[in-house]
């Protein structure tokens, strides 16, 4: 089922998401709400999605950066970015912290402000402290264009969206960021 996907400019997306409780972990409705962002992040189609992105104010997000998505971009533009394919994962009531300074740039999006990119300055290493689905604990450490993936997904469920950012000059639609 897919869900609507909230525009900015909705509240939810500007609220600080509630945490999940030990026992909501792994209930039916917290499976059924993954499964069902999975298949609007899959149809949108983008590389995360964070619950207040489909209205509900809760910190949980899923991440996954198909090979398939990356097939429009250059060798020379995977390896600048960095950008390696990530499997399909699940992060709950999610804990970031920045192993370097915010000073890799690079042009971002959002499914909640479709058709429109901005340079977004982001650390370009993190490590994030989040429960999985089944509520055991992980630690990721990431780089590159997972780290900004991340920090993107997160950001949402802290009420912040890429505008707050960005470098605002570089604010483009995504066709005039294509032409140029």
Aim: aromatic share 8%; glycine share 6%.
């Amino acid at each position: 089922m897919r869900l609507k996907i909230a525009s900015a400019g909705e509240p939810v997306l500007r609220g600080v998401a509630m945490p999940l409780r030990a026992e909501e972990i792994g209930s039916n409705r917290i499976r059924e709400l993954i499964e069902y962002m999975r298949e609007t992040l899959a149809d949108a189609p983008g590389v995360g999605l964070a619950a207040p992105q489909i209205g509900e104010p809760l910190q949980l997000a899923i991440i996954e950066d198909k090979a398939e998505y990356q097939a429009t971009l250059t060798p020379e533009e995977l390896l600048e970015r960095e950008r390696l394919p990530v499997p399909f994962h699940v992060l709950i009531n999610p804990e970031i912290e920045p192993l370097s300074p915010p000073d890799l740039t690079f042009f971002e999006g959002c499914l909640s402000l479709p058709g429109f990119v901005a340079l977004v300055p982001r650390a370009y290493r993190v490590r994030v402290r989040a429960f999985n689905e089944t509520g055991e604990l992980r630690e990721i450490e990431a780089e590159g264009w997972y780290a900004r993936i991340l920090q993107h997904e997160i950001d949402h469920l802290k009420g912040t969206l890429y505008l707050d950012r960005m470098w605002s000059r570089s604010f483009s639609s995504l066709d005039q960021y294509n032409r140029h």
